[in-house]
């Protein structure tokens, strides 16, 4: 029985995974130049898999297979690669095909494509649009980056706020072929274009006719800025549980809508962002990326840590006495200031992630510093009693465990507190918290650690 559960567990953990031999047929078909078979291990695929299995494969077989692919990658592929692979695929692709693939997206996809194509691909990809479809994606693009307005979408369907739901479905019904691919709300506009409500499309369908549409409209409504950040449209999407929201200009007037499959793709993004930044690997790094690049994001990061390393070691070089002397700090030194290091790095990790969501503010800091400190003084006096009898056991002197026990107290208190106060003043001096956090609260516990330990060393054991 624990057998059949185990092997439930792993067909569940593995329930969306690739077959693990399309990999190697894909690879088999590219190699023999076998179109037929390339076509065929595609056809069934969903365009994420697509995108997945682009990103899998090395940069000789992506080229290889693009260039063998008859059928050709489609719009909602590209729409799927992740930012930087999507820029490589775009490369590889003739100019026909990027336009044939645009074609059949929606305005915020090809916004989305031609922040990552060059200037001679994105002249393609405008000329391949109709003009009406073209004016809406320039529009979009004359708003500023990363902003609700680069997000929307420019297809809405929006009715006058006087109709009754009789005229609503009839007007959509009328609109066959014209409206968006996917919409979940009918948004209501005032003569001068200004959202007032919208109405969800279940409850349209399933109220009377002469109903008025400004009877039923749902409480959710809540109109976005054109100019918003879009991880401030991903966190009201979070926190205020909505599907769709309408996008307004500085006049208030509609102008497109942001769906949730848009504000969950920031919000992934966001959390992808602060994963790699507090890494120190550079926010847009990918398995997809090569040796130099790779290279070139996550240089300055370990640049950084040599310079607060050296930092570290000057503190250590004024206490060359009490090491000469006493060899067993040198052994033991290491572990105070890990140990620092990693509560610091548990303390940055929540604070980082409470501020990106708004759960830690000014109401409530105390209150967490405090929790933060009470946690580092009871883990502190817990791991002193250990270090004191290890020290007393290993090296049998009781006054080095009372040395190492008291600068565990000292580094993992600090360490609890520059866990939360260093995000929490960069994010008061408009400095991303998860891009620079690290570093300060790494460099601050390694200095306290180190100067507790060896400068109580220096006063009671020399």
Do not use: C
């Not at 185990?6 to 190697?24: P, V």
């Not at 400190?373 to 002197?397: D, K, Q």
């Not at 956090?437 to 200095?447: Q, R, Y």
């Amino acid at each position: 029985m624990a057998l059949d559960v185990e092997e439930i567990a792993e067909d569940a953990r593995d329930a969306y995974a690739l077959d693990k031999s399309l990999r190697a047929h894909l690879r088999e078909a590219i190699e023999t130049h076998d179109v037929a078979a390339i076509d065929a291990l595609m056809e069934p695929l969903h365009p994420a898999d697509i995108a997945d299995l682009l990103e899998q494969v090395s940069s000789a077989e992506r080229e290889a297979w693009l260039t063998h692919w008859s059928s050709g990658i489609d719009g909602e592929v590209l729409s799927e690669l992740e930012e930087g692979l999507r820029e490589k695929v775009l490369d590889l692709l003739p100019d026909a095909q990027i336009a044939v693939a645009v074609r059949e997206l929606d305005s915020d996809d090809v916004v989305d494509l031609l922040e990552d194509a060059d200037e001679a691909q994105a002249e393609v990809i405008l000329d391949a649009l109709e003009p009406a479809d073209r004016a809406a994606v320039e529009a979009a693009m004359s708003y500023p980056e990363d902003t609700a307005g680069r997000l929307m979408q420019r297809e809405i369907v929006a009715v006058p706020e006087h109709w009754t739901v009789g005229e609503a479905i009839d007007y959509i019904r009328g609109q066959a072929g014209k409206l968006p691919e996917e919409f979940y709300h009918v948004i209501l506009t005032d003569p001068r274009m200004k959202p007032t409500g919208y109405v969800m499309l279940g409850r349209l369908l399933a109220t009377v006719r002469g109903v008025k549409l400004t009877d039923i409209t749902e409480d959710s409504f809540r109109p976005i800025p054109a100019t918003q950040p879009e991880e401030e449209v991903a966190y009201a999407f979070n926190q205020y549980h909505l599907i769709s929201a309408p996008v307004v200009d500085d006049d208030g007037r509609l102008v497109g809508v942001i769906t949730i499959d848009d504000a969950m793709i920031v919000l992934d993004m966001e959390a992808e962002e602060d994963i790699l930044r507090l890494a120190g690997v550079g926010e847009e790094s990918s398995l997809s990326d090569g040796i130099i690049e790779t290279t070139k994001q996550r240089f300055p990061w370990l640049f950084v840590n040599l310079v607060t390393s050296i930092i570290a070691s000057l503190v250590i070089a004024q206490f060359e006495v009490a090491l000469a002397t006493i060899v067993a700090l040198a052994v033991l030194m290491p572990i105070v200031a890990s140990m620092g290091g990693n509560a610091g790095t548990q303390s940055l990790t929540v604070a980082v992630r409470a501020i990106a969501t708004k759960d830690l503010t000014a109401s409530n800091l105390m209150r967490v510093v405090t929790r933060e400190a009470g946690v580092g003084l009871i883990n502190g006096a817990i791991f002193a009693v250990v270090m004191g009898i290890v020290g007393v056991v290993w090296f049998g002197t009781p006054m080095l465990g009372v040395v190492i026990g008291a600068a565990m107290i000292i580094n993992l208190l600090v360490a609890g507190l520059a866990g939360i106060l260093v995000p929490v003043v960069l994010d008061r001096l408009r400095i991303d918290p998860a891009l620079a956090s690290g570093a300060f609260v790494t460099t601050v516990t390694d200095i306290v650690g180190f100067f507790s330990f060896l400068g109580l060393a220096a006063l009671l054991l020399l």
